[in-house]
């Protein structure tokens, strides 16, 4: 393996969103044929995919994998990408914990976003995709960040009266992003570090 491939950079890590130890309903193949499957969703892209796991190993929901490149993988055998209405029930059920999960395990990232946001039209800011961010919101942060860049999801609330909970607020764009792929703008999904 050359040093490129093991720099790390293209390695796309996943959140194991459902485990179907015995494979997915809809595959007709006999259960012998069959191996362990399930729904994983994309540490730093949000992508949702389907992927087959190694026989040998036993996984449980919330475990992180290597889905890409396929030389790097180590418990995944295949992975594609998927749309939210693909997902099994489990999945979709699941998919709320774990964006909220990867949004506080990540909280610098998210809070760059509020520091970063930048105008989309004229008439549109980033900052007024968020559900729940009008005028007078963006306008506070705005105001607010002018001042001093935000260090954390507290220090956002604190400091902008009228944001609660800013990091729900992202989670519910992500979600919305992840069901409704026909989005005039995506944000957070197929948009890494």
Same mark, same amino acid.
């Given at each position: 393996m050359s040093e *490129?491939? !093991?720099?790390?950079?293209?390695?796309? /890590?996943a959140v194991v969103l459902d485990y179907l130890a015995h494979g997915l309903s809809g595959d007709g193949r006999p259960q012998y044929e069959k191996s362990p499957a399930g729904y994983a969703l994309g540490v730093d892209d949000f992508q949702l995919y389907q992927v087959a796991f190694d026989e040998d190993e036993r996984l449980t929901i919330g475990s992180e994998?290597?889905?890409?490149?396929?030389?790097?993988?180590?418990?995944?055998?295949? &992975?594609h990408r998927v749309?939210?209405?693909?997902? &099994? &029930?489990? *999945?979709? %059920?699941e998919l709320e914990y774990v964006v909220a999960d990867l949004?506080?395990? !990540? +909280?610098? /990232?998210?809070?760059?976003?509020? !520091?970063? *946001?930048?105008?989309?039209?004229?008439?549109?800011?980033?900052? !007024?995709?968020?559900?729940?961010?009008? #005028?007078?919101?963006?306008n506070g942060i705005l105001d607010e960040r #002018? /001042? #001093?860049?935000?260090? %954390?999801?507290?220090?956002? &609330? +604190?400091?902008? %009266?009228?944001?609660?909970?800013?990091?729900?607020?992202?989670?519910?764009?992500?979600i919305e992003e992840l069901r409704d792929d026909d989005l #005039?703008?995506?944000?957070?999904?197929?948009?890494?570090e």
């Open positions: *490129a491939d !093991n720099d790390g950079t293209d390695t796309r /890590r994998v290597v889905v890409e490149p396929a030389d790097e993988r180590d418990i995944v055998t295949q &992975s749309e939210y209405t693909d997902l &099994s &029930s489990g *999945a979709q %059920s949004v506080e395990e !990540n +909280e610098q /990232r998210f809070v760059d976003f509020y !520091n970063d *946001a930048q105008p989309i039209t004229l008439r549109l800011h980033q900052l !007024n995709l968020l559900p729940g961010i009008g #005028k007078k919101l963006r #002018k /001042r #001093k860049p935000f260090e %954390s999801f507290e220090e956002l &609330s +604190e400091r902008v %009266s009228g944001l609660h909970d800013p990091d729900e607020i992202l989670v519910e764009r992500i #005039k703008y995506q944000t957070f999904v197929g948009h890494g």
